[in-house]
């Protein structure tokens, strides 16, 4: 009798053991899914701060950028408008000068016909006419 109440007292302890050990797997588990859980808390806050500060990064150089491409706008704008009106300016001028050179040798060129017509004129006043 003693050796089956031995083959049951070990029967007994060989099965309470893996519960044992089951209870503390079990417990290792819940630890183990807490800790996930918390750093994955972690995680996502240093993410949504991470992401904030690049966002507020990203609309504050973008404003620069629009800020900066509306003052080149500004610049090429009135660059352009002064070329313009130099452009103008000068074509206005030599416009003025070429019209002036054209009037004066037209001048010159209805003055020297008109003396060479006196001239013809003259000269044909002291011949006398065939007829």
Not at 31 to 58: L, N, Q, R
């Given at each position: 009798m003693k050796f089956y109440l031995k083959v049951i007292l070990a029967g007994a302890l060989c099965s309470a053991i893996p519960i044992a050990l089951a209870q503390d797997v079990a417990t290792d588990v819940k630890k183990g899914a807490e800790k996930t859980g918390h750093?994955?808390?972690?995680?996502?806050?240093?993410?949504?701060?991470?992401?904030?500060?690049?966002?507020?990064?990203?609309?504050?150089?973008?404003?620069?950028?629009?800020?900066?491409?509306?003052?080149?706008?500004?610049?090429?704008?009135?660059?352009?408008?002064?070329?313009?009106?130099?452009?103008?300016?000068?074509?206005?001028?030599?416009?003025?000068?070429?019209?002036?050179k054209t009037g004066s040798a037209v001048k010159t060129g209805t003055e020297d016909t008109g003396h060479e017509m006196k001239k013809a004129g003259d000269k044909m006043e002291g011949k006398p006419n065939p007829q």
């Amino acid at each position: 009798m003693k050796f089956y109440l031995k083959v049951i007292l070990a029967g007994a302890l060989c099965s309470a053991i893996p519960i044992a050990l089951a209870q503390d797997v079990a417990t290792d588990v819940k630890k183990g899914a807490e800790k996930t859980g918390h750093e994955t808390k972690v995680v996502a806050k240093d993410t949504a701060k991470g992401t904030e500060k690049v966002a507020d990064k990203t609309g504050v150089a973008v404003e620069k950028g629009a800020k900066a491409t509306g003052h080149a706008t500004k610049v090429a704008a009135k660059d352009t408008a002064k070329g313009t009106e130099k452009v103008a300016d000068t074509t206005g001028h030599d416009t003025k000068v070429a019209a002036k050179k054209t009037g004066s040798a037209v001048k010159t060129g209805t003055e020297d016909t008109g003396h060479e017509m006196k001239k013809a004129g003259d000269k044909m006043e002291g011949k006398p006419n065939p007829q």
